[in-house]
């Protein structure tokens, strides 16, 4: 179970990461660039219902849909900072279909173009 091995060695490091969301984060890995699990599938690997999913969700104030524009947004953000990938090939990273929707989704994240934001990083 890739949810079991990778939390047991993160909550070595730092047991605060026994949260919800770290959990569900770590369920999601780092490879997006095929969609992220559905909320079904998620509730399935956590071995909860998605009725409880939901509800401890709620409880905390987290909503799925956050946890994944969180992810997409650090993923873009370090991908372009610290790669040499283009634009397009972020894009398709992130699971975006286009380039396109991928440039108007990051220029509303970060009122710039993921070029501009490239390049004003040090």
């Known amino acids: 179970d890739v949810y079991k091995r990778q939390a047991n060695f993160y909550t070595l490091l730092w047991p605060?990461?026994?949260t919800l969301e770290v959990k569900i984060r770590l369920l999601i890995g780092e490879d997006i660039s095929q969609g992220f699990p559905s909320f079904e599938t998620l509730a399935k690997q956590m071995t909860l219902s998605p009725a409880?999913?939901?509800r401890?969700?709620?409880e905390q104030g987290i909503h799925y849909q956050n946890i994944k524009d969180d992810i997409r947004r650090e993923t873009a953000e370090a991908l372009l900072?610290?790669?040499k990938l283009s634009i397009k090939d972020i894009?398709?990273?992130?699971?975006f279909?286009?380039?396109s929707a991928?440039?108007?989704t990051f220029k509303n994240w970060y009122s710039m173009t993921a070029?501009?934001?490239?390049?004003?990083?040090?």
């Open 115 to 122: 070029s501009e934001y490239r390049h004003k990083q040090p």
């Open 16 to 18: 605060s990461l026994e």
């Open 102 to 104: 991928f440039s108007k």
């Open 81 to 83: 900072m610290h790669s």
């Open 91 to 95: 894009a398709f990273r992130l699971g």
């Open 97 to 99: 279909q286009d380039s």
């Open 52 to 54: 409880t999913l939901s």
């Open 56 to 58: 401890r969700l709620q």
